[in-house]
């Protein structure tokens, strides 16, 4: 099994909807990262969460990182066709540069 | 800028043959890495290499070898392909600071092994 676990693993959504995506991992983390790849392309970097209880937003996208700094959300407000695809949390492991990934969450929208 | 550009992009292998995928990035970055991508899987990590003149293991590397050959390239090599290695490759480059931060992915390299 993977370190991070991300729910759920697809989502369907009619546009203009909000949607949220979780990332849970078994141990702190010490950076938090969140990634999109659209269908059968690499990934783009979205945003970076290092501190217990921050959260950063760029659009309509909006990602948390807990106190315990063991779960992260990502919420989508008012969604898009454009917003679909598959989203990932990743993780590097402090003191190295070990960098594993969750198993992602595809989403559609509806238009 | 090219940025991080994995080479060949689709490739068909049959049981027991070997490859290397080349990845090489021009973005000066210390450390690189190599997954894999499955369906419903997410990313595996396979190897890294922290900066030049060293790799380690990630979360599956066996049946995979790699070279950091210098900062620019990394390569990862089947030596004798199976079927379970069927999946989307994608070499990865991070870092000219202290910490990874920001990973930039190639387009990937699609492996079916038959």
């Known amino acids: 099994s993977q370190e991070l676990e991300q729910s759920p693993q697809s989502l369907i959504v009619q546009e203009g909807k909000n949607l949220t995506i979780n990332c849970t991992s078994s141990?702190?983390?010490?950076?938090l990262y969140w990634y999109k790849q659209k269908y059968g392309e690499g990934l783009i970097f979205l945003m970076m969460l290092q501190k217990g209880g921050e959260e950063k937003s760029h659009e309509k996208i909006t990602a948390k990182l807990d106190e315990k700094k063991q779960q992260s959300s990502l919420h989508i407000t008012a969604s898009q066709p454009s917003h679909a695809g598959i989203y990932l949390c990743?993780?590097?492991?402090?003191?190295?540069?070990?960098?594993?990934f969750g198993t992602g969450t595809r989403l559609k929208v509806l238009a | 800028n090219a940025g991080v550009t994995q080479t060949p992009k689709f490739q068909v292998l049959k049981t027991g043959q070997s490859m290397t995928l080349q990845c090489a990035q021009d973005?000066?970055?210390?450390?690189m890495y190599w997954y894999r991508q499955d369906p419903g899987m997410g990313l595996r990590l396979i190897y890294y290499?922290?900066?030049?003149?060293?790799?380690d293991k990630g979360e599956v590397p066996n049946g995979y070898n790699v070279s950091r050959l210098n900062k620019r390239e990394f390569s990862l090599r089947l030596e004798s392909a199976a079927p379970s290695q069927t999946s989307v490759y994608f070499c990865?480059?991070?870092?000219?600071?202290?910490?990874?931060?920001?990973?930039?992915f190639g387009e990937g390299s699609r492996l079916t092994v038959l």
């Open positions: 141990k702190t983390l010490y950076g």
């Open positions: 290499s922290a900066s030049e003149g060293t790799t």
């Open positions: 990865a480059s991070s870092g000219t600071g202290g910490y990874p931060g920001e990973l930039f």
């Open positions: 990743g993780a590097d492991k402090a003191g190295t540069y070990k960098y594993i």
């Open positions: 973005m000066n970055h210390n450390s």
